[in-house]
């Protein structure tokens, strides 16, 4: 049995750029503060974790259950609000990918991403890509990318994999792989990694990467 999972933003779907604004302006609007863009800074690239550190550098920390609360609610807002007007993209060939693994029986699978669960539900079923069977696991459960990903492997249910790999587009999700001893494939050209792929047009070439 294999473990396939993956990130989202810029990995499933076309949204990293529109994620990143909404999430900045949402800061904004709560905090008054201008973050970003370059994400690499912060310990924790996620959602929560990102926030967490912003609101601790602004001494707010005694605080932080209601800015987290809020900023989460005007982003959510956000992301709806821009997909209600703007045609969402799945990276090309995602949904076809995705549903020949789903078709398999040696092959669980499970999102893995850093965007809170509300926006990434979102998001996924704007570009086409509505899988409701497959476990999801981000930043509304943990703050840490790894402890996401060991969640999401926890969610998929089998307790042995032969092969884990992961899908992700940025240094932090290779980082993470590193840590944690999985296969991993980038998708794009954001980073540099032995295993990749341009989109899942490439997909023999994915199957390889995996295993199958």
Not at 59 to 85: G, M, P, W
Not at 111 to 138: C, N, Q
């Amino acid at each position: 049995m294999h473990l396939v999972l993956f990130d989202i933003d810029g990995t499933l779907v076309e949204s990293y750029d529109f994620d990143t604004e909404c999430f900045q302006a949402a800061t904004k609007d709560i905090l008054g503060v201008t973050i970003g863009p370059d994400w690499s800074r912060y310990n924790h690239v996620t959602d929560s974790g990102i926030l967490a550190e912003v609101i601790e550098e602004l001494n707010l920390q005694s605080d932080s259950e209601r800015i987290t609360k809020e900023v989460k609610a005007r982003f959510v807002s956000r992301v709806a609000d821009y997909i209600s007007c703007h045609d969402v993209l799945p990276i090309f060939g995602a949904y076809e990918f995705i549903s020949q693994l789903v078709a398999r029986q040696d092959v669980a699978l499970a999102f893995a991403t850093g965007g809170w669960s509300e926006s990434a539900r979102m998001k996924l079923e704007a570009a086409g890509i509505s899988f409701s069977s497959i476990p999801l696991a981000s930043p509304s459960d943990h703050f840490s990318r790894i402890e996401i990903m060991r969640l999401a492997e926890r969610r998929a249910g089998n307790g042995h994999y032969d092969s884990i790999t992961y899908f992700g587009d940025g240094p932090w999700d290779q980082k993470a792989s590193e840590t944690l001893g999985y296969n991993f494939v980038s998708v794009g050209n954001c980073i540099s990694s032995p295993q990749t792929i341009r989109d899942y047009s490439e997909a023999e070439m994915a199957f390889r990467y995996i295993g199958l």
